[in-house]
């Protein structure tokens, strides 16, 4: 079991910044890919970034590359989420998200691949 904790959101003007964090805690010697999803009011939850275990691997939606940096510390079991150039479009409730796997490489994609979620995170981003 993998207890997840986001904190970092807030109100930022567009072309603003912010840097979400997920603690994780519960299973620190496991091995597990983690992400960050978003879900804006009246609309479904969406994928934001992956991170592979080994940090080797990151993936990022369409709406995101280049603004979005998605990066973990193991030793300190914390997952990050450095936003740039902040757009209206981006407010929404951010989530973190973890998996066990075996593979160090393994990122996940969708919600589906994960078992462990965060209460979230609000991020508003005023016009």
């Known amino acids: 079991q993998v207890q997840l904790v986001e904190s970092g959101g807030g109100l930022v003007q567009a072309g603003g910044s912010l840097r979400l964090s997920c603690a994780a805690s519960?299973?620190?010697?496991?091995?597990?890919?983690m992400g960050w999803f978003r879900q804006a009011p009246g609309k479904e939850r969406e994928f934001v970034a992956a991170i592979s275990w080994s940090g080797g691997s990151t993936y990022y939606a369409d709406s995101v590359k280049g603004r979005f940096t998605i990066s973990r510390d193991n030793a300190k079991n914390t997952l990050y989420l450095q936003m740039n150039s902040l757009k209206p479009e981006d407010t929404a409730v951010y989530y973190c998200a973890a998996r066990d796997t075996i593979r160090p490489s393994y990122t996940g994609l969708t919600s589906s691949d994960y078992a462990y979620w965060g209460q979230g995170t609000q991020v508003t981003v005023s016009s």
């Open positions: 519960g299973r620190a010697s496991g091995t597990y890919a």
